[in-house]
């Protein structure tokens, strides 16, 4: 009887892994090509939206496992017993290992609830994948390719921003990987990390619209790009990242006066945008509907958010 059933499961392995070839084979007329992605606009803009997915909302609940949650950087909705593990120092806890911030969490939640890592890396090769093939497209205007280049490289510097400002100066991913390629990139300092962001900005200014039609809402702007920029300048002036242990000449614990006036001139020139019309100050009496409101999508104060 034993024997029986051995042999009996043995035969449906065989017939599940022999049948699973014939399932997974996909035919090549089935999917969709990289030439038919990178030459037609409208595909290829739909592979570069998918940069939007990736961005975190900060104030909703659902990123309650990243360690930001703890501090100002996120809405805390952590349970007690998570509280009790950080505060005890256990930052990596093995039940609850995604409280770092690098792991995704079980494979099936969606990018809003996986971490900031986890979204960083998927987004910046998208907007690589955008940068490296957009002299394919043919069947595009010269706008049309400049709003794409300046989405990818807006969002390859808002990811980078997002790696390090948790875990200090990473490597700057600007190419796309190819297992054949060698991957021990070395780990810059924050203020080159930066440096490089800021880069990344710049160009997104040069090539991003200062508002967007009405069906295009939601979509990153100049003024975006600037905002980024001063944002990062300002990180990298403070005295938390003026302590680089990877930069020995950074060791003063003290702000960079030098560095926190060039992000004082970056934001002022979203100032400047706020002058011509661009934004502007929610009245006191409508505060509450910069967070909801019934007759507006987003308010006219708001330079960046998540299109949903």
Known sequence: MKYFKKLSFLIVIILLTGGCEEYLDKAPESGITDKQIFTNYNNFRGFNDQLYNYLRDYHDWKPRFTIGSLADLEECGLDWQDVNTVNNGNYYNKAWNV????MVGGGTK?????????NAFKALRIANLTIENIDQLKDATQQEKDHLLGQAYFFRAWYHFELIRRYGGMPYFD??????????VPRLTYRES????????EKAVELLPEEWSQQHLGR??????????GMALLYDASP???NDPLDPQRNSNSYDTERAKQAASALYDVIELANQGLY???PGDEYRDMFFSRDQWVSDE?????PD
């Open 175 to 184: 190419k796309v990987f190819t297992p054949d390629m060698n991957m021990d």
């Open 110 to 118: 969606a990018p809003d609830r996986a971490s900031p890592a986890a």
């Open 220 to 229: 990153v702007t100049d003024g975006t790009a600037l905002a980024v920029k």
């Open 99 to 102: 409280i770092v911030g690098w």
């Open 194 to 201: 930066t440096n490089r962001i800021v880069e990344d900005c």
């Open 302 to 306: 708001t330079i960046f958010f998540i």
């Open 240 to 242: 938390t990242m003026n």
């Open 280 to 282: 502007s100050l929610q």
